[in-house]
């Protein structure tokens, strides 16, 4: 037989079971990782899915991004800033509010974009309902108290801000406004910055409260150095950032699904981090508040004026605020539920509902706002604070 029906014998495949060629090794391997594959696919299909429906169904809408990094509390608002932020209805885009942002020179939402940062005056800190969400500057508190103190106001705040983040930007910047008193809300945002696990969390891009193992109280963590610009680099940003205006396709489908995968991680104990960006899961929530409450107090032992402590669900029971030091507890006004309920919640019930809360949404109206602003600027005159 000639050489080339040889070398065609020699390269023909095994026959087994008739005419039916034996799969390389190779093709075994790929016909395997394809089948093992094809279900992790249609699960990363699945997320996507999930996030791109809730891009599609946002209602939320910004006329661009008022917020930038920081590498220790996650984000903070940009400096100079002309922006909006408005709700509208998903499939008929008929506009329900919408309200310029406007930032001072320093990232501090203001009347104007650009101004000189004020001192000497007083400091508002919270999340979005100190920012004002869905009113304007003048009609928030902060604005209404600058109104009837003749007091300017630095408003410390921010969309989806947490109590660790609202503290630590006033703690960074009471030393330079130098405030004549400081109002704290915490409506509820010490549920956002509960952290969870077995050993100091690192896989955090905003700081929260963690309790060791076995220990009483929880302490701040602040993100490791680098990490949070390290993790933007990939497109993932801090979870909550979508409130100042990360509405892009790359939030939705990068940062969602990224941190989504952080939590259940967290939540099956693998790692230690958050087990959601707004609640506090599988926490103590005692430890969680006493640790909020004892960063508030060192902010009031620092600045060394009166912090008028919006305390408006009780979340904050006197006898908790009463294991603080001396030193601190000295400094902390507390207003809890049963004013604010008396002198907040009463009245804007005889409000008309645009007024009462932002349409189409729980924020704060403008006649709301207006309300805590005079309780404030009562609460300042009795304090013997003015002008």
Known sequence: MPDGKFDKLRQAPPIVDGNRPVPSGAKLLCMWAALIAIPFVGLLLLVLGYYAFAKLTYSAYTCGSFARLDDEIGWTLAPSVESCLGGRGVFTRTPWFESPVYTDANGFRAARPGAPTSVGGLMAVGDSY?????????????????????????????????????????????????PKAIVYLDNGMWTRDACRGPYRPTAILKPCYWQPPGAAAAELVIPPPGRIAAWAKWGVLPGGMIGPGETGWDYFLVSRPVLQVEHLLTLAGIVSGFGHDFAAVGVDDTAIRRAVLAHLGRLAEAARVPVIFLDSENFYPPDMLDELPASQRAFIDRIGKERWDREVEAPAALLPPDQRTVPHDDHFGAGRHRLIAEMLARELNRLGITQ
């Open 130 to 178: 100190t920012f004002g969400y869905g009113v304007t500057f003048e009609q928030s508190y902060a604005g209404e108290l600058e109104r009837l103190s003749h007091l300017p106001v630095v408003t410390a705040a921010s969309p989806a801000y947490s109590s660790a983040q609202a503290l630590l930007l006033a703690q960074r910047w009471v030393p330079r406004i130098k």
